[in-house]
């Protein structure tokens, strides 16, 4: 028999949120055994800025909206110390203006606080890993209205997505291509089968030819996984 494998190290954390409550809570899950480990935890976006360096945490937990600088703030001033941070936002709010805002300021992922844990956990492994996921709930809400799309139902991303459906491509195989998480991937494709009131990718698909949708998107043949 060979040496026994070594374990695999949790992930460390670091929680920033003024809610006592709530970080005590998150601490609590966190700490079950699931392959994390909370190692600091600040109520103020000042503090967490200088705790990074000495606790150097993985990824970092950090809510949008706090007393003092606010989350995005925070995140634009650790990028300068900690250019390479992984920052999750986990926030209350599902607007597309905040999230818009977290991302542009260089958040790895942007999920809210009503999400399940399995989520939850799963965006902290991702955003670990180096990926950016974003909660599903978020990108339903942030959808445009058909005015703003020009007339089209979908985003231009939706488009390619389901151009992408149509060329038969899971979710993961999407995502890939895309650049974007399997996770907001499928979150596309939901959106997708939500606004075309679709059941299927089929009846998807079929819809988005009858709209004229599938002409905006340029597929030179079939992509490369």
Known sequence: MGPPKASTPPIRLMLVDDHAVMRAGLANLLG???GFEVVAQSDDGETAIRLWPKFKPDVCLLDMTMHGIDGVET?????????????????????????????????????????????????????????????????IESRPTTAETGGSPLTPREIEVVALMREGFTNQEIGRLLGISTHTAKAHVAGVLEKLNASDRTQAVARAFDLGLLKAAHLQGRPKI
């Open 32 to 34: 079950s055994g699931l």
């Open 75 to 139: 995140l634009s001033r650790l990028r300068k110390v900690a250019p390479a941070a992984r920052v999750l936002m986990l926030t209350s709010s599902d607007s597309a203006e905040d999230m818009a805002r977290a991302m542009k300021a260089g958040a790895n992922g942007y999920v809210t606080k009503n999400v399940q844990h399995k989520e939850l956990f799963d965006a902290i492994r991702e955003v670990h890993a180096g990926g950016r996921p974003v909660s599903s709930s978020t990108i």
